[in-house]
């Protein structure tokens, strides 16, 4: 019978670096990943040989078979699709120091930053109706405040990390190997 286990590790979508990271250490020790469930926080392992697997996070607004098509055709294996929330995580395995990449430059991966971006943008936006149609329950709940503010920042600084990491990228002057 093979061992069996179910981690959960949050993950901001502006680092997606550290979660493609942090799978590939557990193919590194022999956990294997199995499944991801739970809009892409949880992780189910089993116990296996130890291998090289690049994994690589992906944001997509707008999905359609081609996308997916094109990945499979390159050898990359889709681990999850998210259905509400837009990620993709693929794998592949490869041998030597060579680590694949569905990114061929630069400017791919500031597109995936700015599609994220506008995405969290959009979700602050639309707090705004929200807070003025419940302006009568939150002017006599106040304390109701207190889960949108830390909404709010969450968000501004998911789009402040994301224009960060750009600002890196671009400073790389288009070189892509030091991205991880």
Known sequence: MSELKSQFKWWGGWEPDKVESW???????????VKVKGNGVRFQFQKGEPRKMRYCVDYQNKIDKAYISLFEEAGWELMYKGTTN???IWRMAYEGDQRPEIYSDIDSLIERNKRFST????????????????????SKFPYLLIVYIP???FLLY????????????KEQGGRFDNRT
């Open 151 to 153: 909404l709010f920042c």
């Open 86 to 88: 837009g990620w993709f």
């Open 23 to 33: 799978l590939e250490q557990r193919e590194a020790d022999g956990w294997q990943l």
């Open 158 to 169: 998911g789009i402040l990390r994301l224009n960060a990491a750009n600002r890196r990228y």
């Open 119 to 138: 995405t969290l943008a959009i979700l602050i936006i639309v707090q705004f109706p929200i807070i003025i149609a419940n302006n009568s329950v939150i």
